[in-house]
């Protein structure tokens, strides 16, 4: 049964994203690019070129994505190569992220989610192809490219939606095990020995603290509308890090808890959506980006209200970013594809019984 409303979802967090870019980046923006409307401009161009992703993915033919799946995934990792290249890339606070193209750069990192994702659905949906070996050898080398940025917080999130895929392809339950354990321990190694990683475990930290404020300030109703007082420089990172703590902070709990919710309905639909798919590779990637949108907006959330260290990890359609938004919404458009084959299904089931019920009641004679 197709899931009616998906689409709607969508676009209210969407919207959600831009009015809140819109009305809290201001000083943000006028300190730190001169134009008190450079966030929300460049979020509305992506935001457009996000749309028409999310449209042509609802018309491609699934299979074509399947077919070409191995040279996206590889290309994906030929960028993280090519961004460690130092004339390619910007080198911004320690990290290299970002590939400079002139006019725009672009985070291979966040590409690589959906291309991963896509990947692996194919490899895993083949049950000769279903084993640990292959998940440690086709995974180990763009999460090693990624920690080698460093983005450490990108490169866990790619790995739990990944392992995901491969439990819930079918995968063997002991490797698994065996592989999250030893995952566990290199991420502990790498914290250990990393001092502005463990700075990160400081909720006391200005950037956390701030974030702490805004969001118990906001208290049940929220401040009102436009009305926050953490956006005008107190809170670093407005537009990506910190717009769910603004969004707290000008509309409360209710206004919070109404996100959360709408995710919650997003979610629950990609689920119902790849219970009804027709094959194996179009149900894995179809929960995987449904994972996706739950592990990162968990990770945002969490790191607002100081549950877990800050990573960086934009909220899912309402953060700013061209990269993350194109692509998350190029996903949600393949599963909305998945949504329309599932309706084209049923009617055409429905359409063939109806004229075999005529053909048994109305018999054709050819002699009497």
């Known amino acids: ?157 790619i790995s739990a939606v990944i392992i995901t895929n491969y439990y819930l392809a079918g995968g063997e339950i002991l490797s698994l095990f065996l592989l999250c354990a030893a995952g566990v321990g290199f991420g502990a190694t790498l914290i250990s020995t990393s001092p502005y990683r463990k700075a990160r475990f400081d909720t006391t930290s200005y950037h956390s603290s701030q974030m702490v404020i805004a969001v118990t300030s906001g208290h049940i109703f929220g401040k009102g509308f436009a009305n926050s007082d953490q956006k005008y420089r107190y809170l670093p990172k407005i537009s990506t890090d910190s717009i769910l703590a603004v969004i707290s902070e000008e509309t409360g709990f209710v206004g919070t808890t109404a996100i ?37 907006s968990i ?10 260290p800050l990573t960086g990890v934009p909220l899912p359609l309402i953060s700013y970013g061209g990269s993350s938004l194109i692509t998350i919404l190029f996903g949600l458009g393949l599963i909305e594809n998945v949504n329309h084959q599932t309706t084209n299904l049923i009617y055409s089931t429905n359409r063939e019984k109806q004229q075999n019920n005529h053909y048994h009641r109305h018999p054709s004679h050819t002699s009497h």
């Open 1 to 157: 049964m197709r899931q009616k409303g998906f689409g709607l979802i969508v676009f209210i967090l969407l919207t959600i994203g831009l009015i809140f870019i819109a009305i809290s980046s201001i000083s943000e923006a006028a300190y730190t690019a001169g134009n008190k409307l450079y966030f929300i401009q460049k979020q509305l161009i992506w935001s457009i070129l996000g749309l028409s992703a999310y449209f042509i993915a609802t018309k491609l033919q699934l299979n074509i994505i399947k077919k070409y799946a191995n040279i996206f995934y590889y290309f994906t990792v030929l960028l993280l190569v090519i961004l460690l290249i130092p004339n390619f890339s910007n080198l911004t606070l320690g990290a290299r992220r970002w590939l400079d193209l002139g006019i725009i750069g672009i985070q291979p990192s966040e590409i690589l989610k959906l291309s991963a994702i896509i990947f692996f659905s194919k490899l895993f949906s083949d049950s000769s192809k279903l084993n640990i070996k292959q998940l440690i050898i086709y995974l180990g080398i763009p999460i090693s490219l990624i920690i080698l940025e460093p983005n450490m917080s990108t490169a866990i999130l």
């Open 260 to 296: 959360i919710g709408l995710y919650t309905i997003l979610i629950l639909k990609i689920i119902k959506i790849s219970q009804t798919a027709k094959d194996q590779f179009q149900k894995l990637f179809t929960i995987s980006i449904g994972c996706w949108i739950a592990f990162q």
């Open 299 to 308: 990770i945002n959330i969490g790191a607002v209200v100081s549950l877990i």
